[in-house]
């Protein structure tokens, strides 16, 4: 019989790949597969934080665990991490492109470097992550791939032109993809996260007008809190999600609502 109830969502067995794993939302998806039983491995620009999350991960929760420093612009480097996680985890079932960045700032005060460099980790870093796993993807059964995207790629905030822009087109990659890979029983998802308080907000957490937005957007009236995000993880890498491909999971505390 196929699974059922709260066995759909057991990961015991499968391999996933996290990029920008080793801290924030990341770290808090990583933990969350491995509770469920994932063997997890974890890429970082910063490697000795990556070893540092993923040691921290098999201890807690007896999971097989491997760490990469991997630039994922650079596609000899993801080229070769996706390889090395196949080879040492056995398979690659789930592969989330988390890793990114934001620079804000009006249009006027950012430089085409400042541009470039949001849309290339944000952007270009995901798809060469994908195509990079397709190979390995193909080979299990009921792959997932869960892309990472942003409120902001579909709702507007004034200061954010490089980091909307680059959210947007995740999204829509992550439509493109689900249905190019439908065929092959790949699912693609995306989840598009609210204000989390992540290192990436905490500069901004305690001026006015985050505080004033916080609570006049966002229905909860709170930032997300770091295991906030792994519901939205564990259910489109588990068997939970096989009848959802193509979608944007908004995990937003309401701020798409109004």
């Known amino acids: 019989m196929p699974p059922e109830g709260l066995e759909l969502f057991n990961l015991t067995g499968k391999a996933a790949l996290i990029t920008g794993g080793s801290k924030g939302l990341g770290k808090s998806m990583a933990r969350g597969l491995a509770q469920a039983g994932a063997k997890v ?16 991960i098999a201890k807690d929760f007896e999971v097989q665990t491997l760490a990469f420093e991997c630039d994922v612009t650079n596609e000899e480097q993801v080229s070769s991490m996706l390889e090395e996680t196949f080879q040492k985890l056995g398979s690659l079932d789930i592969l989330i492109n988390n890793a990114g960045i934001n620079i804000r700032n009006p249009i006027e005060e950012l430089s085409l470097d400042d541009f470039k460099q949001v849309m290339d980790i944000n952007v270009t870093g995901p798809w060469l992550c994908c195509r990079a ?7 299990g059964k009921d792959a997932r791939v869960i892309n990472i995207s942003s409120t902001l790629g579909a709702v507007a905030l004034a200061g954010r032109t490089p980091y909307a822009s680059s959210k947007g087109a995740v999204t829509m990659m992550t439509k493109v993809l689900a ?36 609570v006049g957007a966002v229905c909860l009236e709170r930032w997300g809190e770091m295991p906030e995000i792994q519901g939205a993880a564990n259910f489109l890498a588990s068997s939970a999600s096989s009848f959802v491909t193509g979608t944007t999971l908004f995990v937003d505390g309401g701020w798409t609502a109004r």
Do not use: H
């Open 41 to 56: 491995a974890l890429c970082s620009r910063n490697g000795d934080e990556a070893q540092q999350a993923a040691d921290e």
């Open 133 to 139: 796993a397709l190979p390995y993807l193909k080979k």
């Open 179 to 214: 249905l190019e890979w439908a065929p092959l029983g790949i699912n693609v998802n995306a989840i598009c996260p609210g204000p989390f308080l992540t290192e990436m907000n905490m500069p901004i957490k305690d001026l006015p007008e985050a505080k004033k937005f916080i």
